[in-house]
């Protein structure tokens, strides 16, 4: 069994790396194989609705780490992100690479287990962590909480490793995490079947 952790922060080493050290090293603990997708520092265009996907399966743009990311996704059993938090939201080029995504290789994610990470100064952390499930609970998959929000805080590099009670909250996340994992390995119990989508909006 295997989790991707994608670290959605410009900065490959800072605290949302130190919360994601935490959550792997649990991981790995539980038997659990991770791997850590960064999503890099360079500019990442948004979606521009022009359905190519539909027809090809990757999005049109594939200057930067959507389709890569994708790719990783297909082998991934379950998904964990994370991200620093700007102005009471997730990273913009996260956000941006996730609406691609979710929407071009749905399949890839759908159904999944998926964990979100907010790392923050102070504040605002809350609004990101909804903002970063939303895509996950439209696309059926078990968002897996912990003890508390799944957040950690500090402001220098490295400085998330002196928040006791974040850092416990990622070991919790990833033995939740691990434990659906197995329950979904075991096959126990089949997933419950979904309904065909039947879509409408309320405009007459």
Same mark, same amino acid.
């Given at each position: 069994?295997?989790?991707? &952790?994608?670290?959605?922060?410009?900065? #490959?080493?800072?605290?949302?790396?130190?919360?994601?050290?935490?959550?792997?090293?649990?991981?790995?603990?539980?038997?659990?194989?991770? @791997?850590?997708?960064?999503?890099?520092?360079?500019?990442?265009?948004?979606?521009?609705?022009?359905?190519?996907?539909?027809?090809?399966?990757?999005?049109?743009?594939?200057?930067?780490?959507?389709?890569?990311?994708?790719?990783? &996704?297909?082998?991934?059993?379950?998904?964990?992100?994370?991200? /620093?938090?700007?102005?009471? #939201?997730?990273?913009?080029?996260?956000?941006?690479?996730? #609406?691609?995504?979710?929407?071009?290789?749905?399949?890839?994610?759908?159904?999944?287990?998926?964990?979100?990470?907010?790392?923050?100064?102070?504040? +605002?952390?809350?609004?990101?962590?909804?903002?970063?499930?939303?895509?996950?609970?439209?696309?059926?998959?078990?968002?897996? +909480?912990? #003890?508390?929000?799944?957040?950690?805080?500090?402001?220098?590099?490295? @400085?998330?490793?002196?928040?006791?009670?974040?850092?416990?909250?990622?070991?919790?996340?990833?033995?939740?995490?691990?434990?659906? &994992?197995?329950?979904?390995?075991?096959?126990?119990?089949?997933?419950?079947? +979904?309904? /065909?989508?039947?879509?409408?909006?309320?405009?007459?």
């Amino acid at each position: 069994m295997k989790t991707l &952790l994608v670290n959605g922060s410009p900065r #490959q080493n800072g605290n949302t790396s130190v919360a994601f050290v935490e959550v792997a090293k649990t991981l790995e603990a539980e038997g659990i194989e991770t @791997e850590t997708f960064w999503i890099g520092a360079k500019p990442v265009r948004g979606c521009v609705a022009c359905g190519k996907c539909r027809e090809t399966g990757r999005c049109a743009f594939d200057d930067d780490a959507a389709n890569a990311l994708a790719a990783k &996704l297909a082998s991934a059993d379950a998904l964990v992100v994370g991200s /620093p938090v700007y102005y009471g #939201q997730p990273n913009g080029a996260l956000l941006a690479l996730l #609406q691609r995504v979710c929407f071009s290789a749905s399949s890839a994610v759908s159904g999944k287990p998926v964990a979100t990470v907010a790392v923050c100064r102070r504040g +605002g952390a809350t609004a990101a962590f909804q903002c970063l499930n939303m895509p996950f609970q439209m696309l059926n998959c078990t968002i897996v +909480g912990s #003890q508390y929000w799944n957040i950690a805080y500090g402001r220098e590099p490295g @400085e998330a490793a002196q928040d006791a009670e974040g850092m416990q909250t990622m070991r919790t996340l990833a033995r939740n995490l691990a434990w659906l &994992l197995r329950i979904a390995a075991a096959g126990a119990v089949p997933r419950p079947a +979904g309904e /065909p989508w039947r879509p409408m909006h309320f405009i007459r």
